[in-house]
Nanobody
Framework: QVQLVESGGGLVQAGDSLTLSCAAS????????MGWFRQAPGKEREFVAH????????GYADSVRGRFTISRDNAKNTVYLQMNSLKPEDTAVYYC???????????????WGQGTQVTVSS
């Protein structure tokens, strides 16, 4: 069992940076791939980035590649999402997720956090 708690969201201006954190409890954190997803009002939840269990592989959505960086610290049971050059279209609730599969499909992740709001003003 893994419990996830996101933090770090907020209101920023276009071009600003923000770092999200996702703290995990449970001894199996390092066995799980971790993903960040986001959901804007009226839209489906979409993949943002993921990182493999030991951090050796990462993947990004085209819309954030080059601006966002995912990382993890297994000693701290935490995964991060560094977001640079934020745009109004990045506005959404951001969720972290943990799972055993290397995938970008939300429903294939096993555990989810409650989400943190990111709002980017123009």
């Amino acid at each position: 069992q893994v419990q996830l708690v996101e933090s770090g969201g907020g209101l920023v201006q276009a071009g600003d940076s923000l770092t999200l954190s996702c703290a995990a409890s449970g001894r199996t954190f390092s066995n799980n791939h971790m993903g960040w997803f986001r959901q804007a009002p009226g839209k489906e939840r979409e993949f943002v980035a993921h990182i493999s269990a030991w951090g050796g592989a990462t993947g990004y959505a085209d819309s954030v590649r080059g601006r966002f960086t995912i990382s993890r610290d297994n000693a701290k049971n935490t995964v991060y999402l560094q977001m640079n050059s934020l745009k109004p279209e990045d506005t959404a609730v951001y969720y972290c997720a943990a799972g055993r599969l290397w995938t970008v499909v939300p429903r294939l992740y096993d555990y989810w956090g409650q989400g943190t709001q990111v709002t980017v003003s123009s």
